[in-house]
């Protein structure tokens, strides 16, 4: 399964973004797909998640302001980020965690478009 994500760039602080990621075929699975970032050095941080069922996580950092969602006919994910801030500044990458049978897992990642967010 490949990843594709788009939608990142610049933006001023307090203004919003729209991620998307669409993989490559459909998953019939179990599955989670989700965002994760990475600021320059600083390590990968989950950002928020949706099961196929349509649970979601989010880091504390972004509740409120970041929605996740998902169109399983499209096999897309998207990140809805509003009031960014500069510490929102970050390579965002797609993930998508398959589960498969006997606790195993298959785990994805996209390219990772950037986002940066001035003030």
């Known amino acids: 399964v490949q990843l594709q994500a788009s939608g990142g760039g610049l933006v001023q602080a307090g203004g919003s973004l729209t991620l998307s990621c669409v993989a490559s075929?459909?998953?019939?699975?179990?599955?989670?797909m989700g965002w994760y970032r990475q600021a320059p050095g600083k390590q990968r941080e989950l950002v928020a998640t949706?099961?196929?069922?349509?649970?979601?996580n989010y880091a504390d950092s972004v509740k409120g302001r970041f929605a996740i969602s998902r169109d399983n006919a499209k096999n897309a994910v998207y990140l809805q980020m509003d009031s960014l801030k500069p510490e929102d500044t970050a390579v965002y990458y797609c993930?998508?965690?398959?589960?498969?049978?006997?606790?195993?897992?298959?785990?994805?990642w996209g390219q990772g478009t950037k986002v940066t967010v001035f003030s």
């Open positions: 993930n998508l965690v398959i589960y498969r049978s006997r606790g195993a897992a298959s785990d994805y």
């Open positions: 075929e459909r998953i019939f699975s179990i599955n989670a």
């Open positions: 949706i099961a196929s069922g349509g649970t979601t």
